[in-house]
């Protein structure tokens, strides 16, 4: 009987921890592109874009009275973003060790959050790759702002790397490069 109440608690603590990873993660997800495509001046008419401020604005217009933006760089996006990993990472800790490690967890929020923004790159740049063999993709509202938002990345390296043919290799080139920075992050921040 023992073992089944501790089955239960240990089945109960995955699923705390899978429902505060995926919801704590979208939202940091979310006010990231939110604070990336703003960054990258992407139009905040498209549909996406409006469902990002949406769902982001409940929390990003009190922030904005206390913390203002520099540049093109809106700050309050970069503390929201980083506030929430260290509070997810800390429940995380809390549920998993009993106790949070606060040095630490300030440290691996950081290196959660840069990893955050090289994934969101990696999959912005596969979808553009993707939606660029779709040959209806044009009318598609995503397609010009995951152009929006790679575009900083890919305009250096299509400077460097010509096209092959009718190739442009650059989002491959982008692609490994981002990986190679989340191996840098991965030890970094471990």
């Known amino acids: 009987m023992l073992g089944l109440s501790i089955l ?19 939202y940091i ?16 008419h ?36 980083y506030a929430l990993t260290w509070i997810k990472l800390s429940l ?18 950081l290196g ?14 596969i979808i553009q790759a993707v939606l660029s063999w779709v040959g209806n993709a044009q009318g598609n509202p995503l397609v010009p702002l995951i152009n929006s938002l790679t575009n900083p990345i890919l305009r250096p390296i299509r ?4 096209l092959v043919g009718m190739m442009d290799l650059s989002p491959l080139v982008a692609i490994l490069g981002l990986n190679i920075l989340l191996i840098i992050a991965n030890n970094l921040f471990h």
């Open 8 to 26: 239960g608690l240990s089945v109960v603590s995955q699923i705390v921890i899978f429902l505060i990873e995926t919801v704590f993660s979208l």
């Open 29 to 44: 997800g979310a006010v990231v592109i939110r604070l990336l495509l703003g960054f990258a001046r992407a139009s905040f």
């Open 46 to 81: 498209n549909p996406f874009s409006q469902f990002l401020v949406k769902i982001t604005n409940p929390v990003l217009v009190p922030l904005r009275r206390f913390i203002p933006s520099f540049g093109s760089v809106d700050t309050s996006a970069v503390v929201l973003a």
């Open 92 to 109: 995380l800790f809390l549920i998993s060790k009993g106790a949070i490690m606060f040095p630490e967890t300030l440290l691996f929020a």
């Open 112 to 125: 959660e959050l840069v990893k955050t923004i090289i994934w969101i790159y990696i999959i912005a740049l």
């Open 159 to 162: 400077k460097v790397v010509p």
